[in-house]
């Protein structure tokens, strides 16, 4: 049973570490000219989907926020049960997968406004971030 758990584990971290890092520090260095700009111009001009990103279809709207809502679909395969045989031995070494978990993490890109709906910074909240 630990070997379920293990192998969950090993799937959890292989994900992550499969993000790679240039891409949320390309994704900075994309947003950091819309700094200084109108959240109207913002939303009229930035395309994440352009970059590959899953987004959610319409940004959030605040007095003072603009978020943008990236999805991070993973899918964890679920290893099959094998079961055991009567000395409590494994009956197979060969994992199989029969069904998956499908998980979807968030990032939220934030645009702090101004008085004026002007972006004054950015800031990322979130799993996938």
């Known amino acids: 049973m630990h070997?379920?758990?293990?192998?969950?584990c090993f799937v959890l971290i292989m994900q992550a570490c499969a993000t790679p890092k240039w891409r949320s520090i390309q994704l900075q260095?994309?947003?950091?000219?819309?700094i200084g700009q109108s959240a109207k111009n913002i939303q009229q001009n930035l395309s994440l989907n352009d970059l590959g990103f899953?987004?959610?279809?319409?940004?959030?709207?605040?007095?003072?926020?603009?978020?943008?809502?990236v999805l991070r679909p993973?899918?964890?395969?679920i290893?099959?049960?094998m079961g055991t045989s009567?000395?409590?031995?494994?009956l197979s070494t060969k994992v199989t997968y029969n069904q998956s978990y499908d998980v979807n993490f968030y990032c939220h890109i934030i645009?702090?406004?101004?008085?004026?709906?002007?972006?004054?910074?950015?800031?990322?909240?979130?799993?996938?971030?």
């Open 54 to 69: 899953q987004t959610l279809k319409h940004p959030q709207m605040s007095t003072n926020t603009l978020t943008y809502t």
């Open 79 to 81: 290893p099959a049960d």
């Open 111 to 129: 645009f702090e406004l101004d008085q004026q709906q002007i972006a004054r910074s950015i800031r990322y909240e979130g799993k996938a971030c």
């Open 3 to 8: 070997y379920k758990f293990l192998i969950l």
């Open 86 to 90: 009567l000395d409590g031995s494994r």
């Open 74 to 77: 993973i899918n964890i395969p």
């Open 29 to 34: 260095d994309y947003l950091q000219p819309y």
